[in-house]
């Protein structure tokens, strides 16, 4: 069965500044889709971004961008330029192409003003 | 992106009674529809995954006759919570992948229930 896990529980920003949320993955399958969707206060799910296990180029969404290390079967998201907005649940998801959808149990990320 | 139509948002009912969530993919046919429980401060945890003109398919641990779930369109699900008692109180989200590879997935956005 596949797992995801993200091992930071909270985190916190300054407002304009960088920031990096962990995440990996474990599965025997070689093609698969990675996400991270992010829930804020209103608990509304939104994708983020979402990247291709067969392409070697890392997924960029504007502030938004992951490195995808295959081999090393992690996944984390960079927020670039933090935005109170950004405050939220940041969770981590695996779908093997079909049926399966495994979510992490989330990093709680608060941006600072 | 994809609009995925949940209702209610907040529905209290009385122990003993069933409520019906719905969940509808607005511009797109879905074959799958996931539904998932949500406790505060919590991930999401799969409850059942639906497809259209099937019996969905329950994760272990979760009571297919408290938790009815029918699929009977490409557009609609519907999550049934029969004799719901306080321990069902909790946020209720579903989601609709779209794709050939169901690559995309798309959330409603959210039902909370409360149960007295």
């Known amino acids: 069965a596949q797992t995801v896990t993200q091992s930071q529980p909270e985190m916190s920003v300054q407002e304009a500044e960088t920031v990096t949320l962990s995440c990996t993955y474990d599965?025997?399958?070689?093609?698969?889709?990675l996400f991270w969707y992010k829930q804020p206060p209103s608990r509304q799910m939104i994708l983020v971004i979402r990247?291709?296990?067969?392409?070697?180029q890392n997924a960029t969404e504007n502030r938004f961008s992951v490195n995808f290390q295959k081999a090393a079967k992690s996944f984390s998201l960079k927020i670039s330029d933090s935005q109170l907005g950004d405050t939220a649940m940041y969770f981590c998801a695996f779908s093997d192409y079909g049926q399966n959808f495994v979510f992490g149990p989330g990093t709680r990320l608060s941006v600072l003003p | 992106g994809a609009v995925v139509s949940q209702h209610p948002s907040r529905v209290i009912c009385k122990s003993g009674t069933s409520v019906k969530i719905e969940c509808r993919s607005l511009?797109?046919?879905?074959?799958?529809m996931f539904w998932y429980r949500q406790f505060p401060k919590k991930s999401l945890m799969l409850m059942a995954t639906s497809n259209e003109g099937s019996k969905a398919t329950y994760e272990q641990g979760v009571e297919k006759d408290k938790f009815l779930i029918n699929h009977a369109s490409l557009t609609l699900s519907t999550l049934t919570v029969t004799s719901a008692h306080p321990e069902d109180s909790s946020f209720y989200i579903c989601?609709?992948?779209?794709?050939?590879?169901?690559?995309?997935?798309?959330f409603g956005s959210g039902t909370q229930l409360s149960v007295l």
């Open positions: 990247q291709e296990a067969y392409k070697q």
């Open positions: 599965t025997s399958e070689s093609n698969y889709y």
């Open positions: 511009d797109f046919q879905a074959t799958t």
């Open positions: 989601s609709a992948a779209e794709g050939s590879a169901n690559e995309k997935l798309f």
